[in-house]
């Protein structure tokens, strides 16, 4: 009866050391051939230095990607979980970025003119170097809880913490 107690034992521990929800490498390889992929799980995928406008990715799994170089104009990102994201130097021209959550995301030296943030999460978000004169939906209680630098571009009145 022991080695049957072991067994299960190790089975068990086996996967609680699993994730949870692992990445969809199908649907990461879809996204990074350009299609869109709404509600997806992208859970850590490299999308760096990807050239590919309009995708919708609204509702999908995003956390601890890698979008670093990446140029993705009028992309949906409406409601997708963006925690922890890598974003350095990309281009997301008039994106949507509406109720996504952004926490512990680096947006450091992106291009985000007429990208949309309304209700967006940015507990931690670094917008250093960041270009966002033209944003909208963008609050001041919302890049209170954000990071920049002196190089951040933000509109109107806004202004944010330094990092």
């Known amino acids: ?11 068990a521990m086996f996967a609680v050391a699993l994730p949870s929800s692992a990445q969809n490498a199908g649907q990461i390889a879809r996204v990074r051939g350009g299609a869109s992929c709404s509600g997806c799980n992208l859970f850590q995928g ?12 609204s509702g999908s799994r995003l956390r601890q990607s890698d979008l670093s ?19 350095y130097g990309a281009v997301f021209s008039s994106s949507n970025f509406s109720r ?20 967006a999460t940015l507990v931690g978000t670094n917008f250093s170097g960041a270009e966002m004169a033209r944003v909208t939906g963008l609050t001041q209680g919302q890049l209170n809880r954000a990071c920049g630098d002196e190089a951040t571009v933000l509109p109107g009145n806004l202004h944010i913490p330094a990092c």
């Open 69 to 87: 170089l990446s140029v993705m104009n009028r992309t949906r990102f409406s409601g997708a979980d963006m925690r922890d994201v890598e974003a």
């Open 100 to 119: 996504a959550n952004l926490t512990n995301a680096s947006f450091v030296g992106t291009f985000l003119e007429g990208a949309n943030f309304t209700g």
């Open 46 to 57: 490299d999308f760096s230095g990807l050239e590919a406008n309009s995708l919708n990715l």
């Open 1 to 11: 009866m022991k080695p049957i107690l072991i067994s299960t034992l190790a089975v």
